[in-house]
């Protein structure tokens, strides 16, 4: 039979660029592919990139949509995600089992779906695979770190550390193996801190835990090198795992050994202003504070203004990406301080949207100053650009404790960001502790190129990959 996958990732920009990246290597390599999104994500995509015309040179490739189960116009803001998850719950499970009862992917192309791919946040698509009796691999979009707090997370219940009361977030972690000399309360991701274990979150990151293990395999966006401290433990629960990342360099290789003109490759949800490059290209090399808190993340009014004296007093020139609804609340011109206004114009860049992967690559960058999202975490290490993160969901504050303790190529600053400490985190990574961050740096950006290149590590993962697909 020849081997045809769905992939169903999750209705966020992280998840999508990496589902498609992961999509379009499979077509490279000769296997059909059905990406299903939700119809908003596909018309984000249509109105801002070019996808139909990227994809519409794979003759075995197809977009499918499905309702996520929300009205066309809601925002879909981080702040507002949980009804995002409810609308998943309550109107795309349903549609999406009866799809998969009905055959339809199966019935519109040449043959059968054989394997699903789909984001590891889904459990359900394990219940209707099971049903339908076709193998699911997951992708895990999430970091490993991350992801092995969550797999942990019966083991932290049974032995008492979750849930916990918010008021001493310093209380060293204890059941999460590989990181007990380093991991806190306060390191776990965000919905930890809740004290009530019936709380909706916590039930989606248990019901992940289970199903993961149960999947035939796991795929993740990291390479041994990086991440092997964490793996040895996750393949006592998930043997069966592909380490393919970083994808985004992966995909990069692959395109020019095939090659593939790599012209015009987006996924971007946003319009993205590429003035920034003339700007960028007239400052001096490594002296610009990249901010940007990702495609979900936002700050309060208050914290805008401390992001924005700190980045001021730091006296550095920076390039702030502002994307739209990511200040959550409303400001008066004349609130802004004169002194912010003029020094701006002066030294900062402010947009909404740029493409951040070659930002990060522009020899003025000094120091991304993050959210501490997966993608861009990945994306940071790969071009050498040392970190100050600032975490707020999911995943981001593992990643930043391992960014600060593990590979040493950051600064950790959770929970704070007032002006003083912006201040003093930008001078220290940009001054101070410059060299040692970029020495540990160096060594990741050599072992992440080597992962992707040749016989590398996440290359013979991505070919057993492609090996077992075919089989099934
Ligand atoms: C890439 O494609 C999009 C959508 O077609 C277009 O809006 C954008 O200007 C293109 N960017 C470049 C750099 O060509
Ligand atoms: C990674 O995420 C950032 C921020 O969310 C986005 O700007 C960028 O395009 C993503 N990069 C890739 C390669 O998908
Ligand atoms: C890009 O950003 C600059 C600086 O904020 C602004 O002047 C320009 O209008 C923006 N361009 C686009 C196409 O949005």
């Not at 045809?4 to 992280?14: A, D, E, K, R, S």
């Not at 310093?170 to 801190?193: A, Q, Y």
């Amino acid at each position: 039979m020849a081997p045809h996958v769905l992939i169903f990732p999750l209705p966020l920009q992280g998840p999508v660029n990496c589902m498609l990246k992961l999509a379009e290597l499979l077509c490279i390599s000769g296997i059909s592919v059905t990406v299903l999104n939700t119809n908003h994500i596909q018309r984000m995509l249509l109105r801002h990139t070019n996808v139909l015309t990227r994809f519409g040179r794979y003759l075995n490739f197809r977009f499918e949509t499905i309702s996520d189960g929300l009205p066309d116009d809601h925002p879909r803001t981080g702040d507002r995600v949980l009804e995002l998850f409810e609308g998943l719950k309550a109107v795309t499970e349903p549609v999406f089992r009866e799809m998969m009862v009905s055959g339809c992917f199966s019935s519109k192309s040449d043959a059968p779906v054989t394997v699903i791919i789909p984001d590891g946040v889904y459990p359900f698509v394990l219940d209707v695979a099971e049903e339908v009796k076709i193998p699911v691999i997951y992708f895990e979009t999430i970091s490993p770190c991350a992801l092995w707090t969550y797999l942990c997370l019966p083991n932290m219940v049974a032995a008492g550390e979750v849930p916990f009361k918010s008021n001493d977030l310093d209380v060293m972690i204890k059941s999460v193996p590989g990181t007990v000399n380093f991991l806190r309360r306060r390191d776990l991701p965000s919905f930890f801190r809740f004290d009530d274990l019936a709380d909706i979150q916590t039930q989606i990151v248990l019901k992940e835990a289970r199903s993961v293990p149960r999947a035939y395999g796991l795929i993740l966006n990291t390479f041994q090198a990086l991440d092997a401290s964490i793996l040895v433990h996750m393949q006592t629960l998930c043997p069966n795992t592909y380490c393919i990342g970083p994808i985004h360099k992966l995909y990069k290789s692959h395109l020019t050994s095939e090659s593939i003109l790599l012209s015009n490759v987006s996924n971007s949800l946003w319009e993205e202003n590429i003035t920034c490059f003339s700007w960028l290209d007239s400052q001096v090399p490594r002296s610009v504070v990249y901010v940007s808190i990702g495609s979900m993340a936002g700050m309060t009014v208050d914290q805008f203004f401390e992001f924005w004296h700190g980045l001021v007093n730091s006296g550095k020139h920076f390039l702030w990406v502002q994307r739209p609804c990511s200040i959550l609340g409303e400001y008066d011109d004349n609130q802004v301080p004169r002194r912010l206004v003029e020094e701006t114009k002066k030294r900062g860049f402010i947009t909404t949207w740029v493409p951040q992967e070659a930002v990060l690559a522009h020899s003025a960058i000094g120091v991304f100053l993050t959210h501490s999202g997966w993608n861009s975490t990945l994306e940071s290490i790969m071009e050498g650009v040392p970190m100050i993160c600032w975490p707020q969901n999911v995943d981001q504050q593992v990643n930043s404790r391992f960014v600060s303790d593990v590979w040493k190529i950051g600064i950790d600053i959770k929970d704070t960001c007032d002006r003083l400490t912006i201040e003093k985190a930008v001078k220290d990574v940009m001054d101070v502790k410059r060299s040692e961050l970029i020495e540990s740096l160096r060594m990741f950006v050599e072992l992440g190129g080597q992962s992707v290149t040749e016989d590398g590590s996440s290359i013979m993962d991505f070919n057993r990959l492609i090996k077992t697909i075919k089989s099934l």
